[in-house]
């Protein structure tokens, strides 16, 4: 009895697993089929453009660490805090190195008093001598005496000097004007010099100047050779998606890196930052502008067709075109030979409805990016124009679309009034 129940549990599992397989297949967006879709040629402005992320980098960042080693006894900036050049940041513990630099100077005034006396004492000496009143050892007994009296005065100052540097560096000043990005001590703690420690000393602040800054992006091989220095950049970054701001290229890698079999190319952003709302570290869009074309006359991209495409070839013609004029080298969109001429085999066309009927009309494109496509010649302002999409999976996108729209009661859809 055990065995019989098992043997029905398993013949209904495969029945029912075999019902919902041939509903699966007998679903519009399982299996290929045409969506037609319809659009109107219009008048409008056109950018080829390349998109990228990035991050914002300061163009100069300065690490601030001492040449003295000792103990913070205060600390006069904080992370965020705009600081001018030579304004105070921190101060070390002064005792010892003071003590130095007035024993310093004590040396040296008592040296400075000694060679007035010692040169005072050779001019005596020189006079006696001119008399021949003393002995020529006595007179060079004192010039002996006033050069090491003058050796000892220059040593002192060169000590005193020394110190008076040492007793300034236990004030530490920003070296430049920009803003504060890290505090990596605290009040109290004992540092080490950066002049004299083996690690490079201890790092107190990361100051950078803001004012400009830079987007490193990454492009792909299969874009990079239409971007050249100079080309205009709009960014938009995640803490601002209502601003935009603009750039400039200034820099492309030399050499590629790989990224899990992927070759990109680095290239770098100028971007004016005087407002101040670009923030090290801050992830952005970066569209950088190949070539634009205004008041043209503009097709939705998909509506371009080939005639490899109808020639069997289910690859649509919008998707060919889109991805053969993405990747064509830069200067090169405009380049096209007169309407209805065959190069390479490919002529392109785009159907228009002409008294209720589907007429093919050859075309002169003209650039294209994701969503339109200029047309140079073959269509006008206002024409109908009309395509089919043919991949399964695009179709049963659209054919998805068209059941929501469909469903004007369906909780937290709205349907957009044209």
Request: glycine share 8%; charged share 25%.
């Amino acid at each position: 009895m055990k065995k019989l129940v098992i043997w029905l549990v398993v013949i209904g599992v495969i029945a029912v697993g075999g019902w919902l397989y041939l509903r699966s297949n007998d679903s519009p967006a399982a299996s290929s089929f045409e969506v037609t879709r319809r659009g109107v040629a219009i008048i409008g402005d056109l950018t080829v453009s390349i998109s990228a992320v990035g991050t914002v980098q300061p163009i100069r960042a300065v690490e601030i660490k001492s040449k003295a080693s000792g103990e913070i006894i205060e600390l006069a900036a904080e992370e965020g805090d705009f600081v001018q050049k030579g304004d105070l940041l921190v101060r070390l513990d002064p005792t010892e190195v003071r003590n130095d630099y007035d024993q310093a100077h004590a040396d040296h005034q008592v040296a400075r008093v000694t060679l007035e006396q010692r040169k005072k004492e050779l001019k005596r000496q020189k006079d006696l001598f001119e008399r021949n009143l003393i002995s020529e050892k006595d007179y060079d007994d004192a010039r002996l005496a006033a050069e090491q009296a003058n050796s000892q005065f220059v040593r002192t100052r060169a000590a005193l000097s020394t110190n008076a540097e040492r007793l300034e560096d236990t004030e530490i000043r920003s070296p430049i004007n920009g803003l504060v990005l890290s505090r990596e001590v605290e009040e109290g703690q004992i540092i080490s010099s950066g002049m004299s420690s083996v690690t490079g000393g201890t790092l107190l602040f990361l100051i950078a100047d803001m004012s400009w800054v830079h987007l490193i992006v990454d492009v792909d091989e299969t874009d990079i050779g239409r971007v050249q220095t100079g080309l205009p950049a709009w960014i938009v970054a995640d803490a601002y998606p209502e601003r935009m701001f603009a750039g400039e290229v200034v820099r492309i890698a030399p050499m590629a890196k790989v990224e899990q079999n992927v070759t990109m190319f680095e290239v770098t952003v100028l971007v004016d930052n005087e407002d101040g709302f670009l923030q090290a570290g801050m992830n952005t869009d970066v569209e950088m502008v190949i070539d634009e074309a205004t008041g043209a006359v503009l097709v939705p991209v998909r509506a371009v067709q080939t005639r490899m495409a109808r020639r069997g070839h289910p690859t649509g013609a919008g998707d060919s075109v889109s991805m053969k004029m993405a990747h064509a080298p830069a200067g090169t969109e405009r380049r096209h030979p007169p309407s209805g001429q065959r190069r390479g085999g490919i002529e392109r066309y785009v159907q228009i409805m002409e008294d209720g009927e589907i007429v093919d009309r050859p075309v002169k494109v003209g650039l294209t990016n994701l969503d339109y496509a200029q047309i140079i010649d073959g269509v006008q302002p206002g024409d109908s124009v009309t395509w089919k999409l043919t991949s399964g999976a695009m179709a049963g996108r659209e054919h998805f679309i068209e059941r929501m729209r469909s469903r004007s009661a369906v909780p937290g859809m709205r349907t957009q009034k044209k």
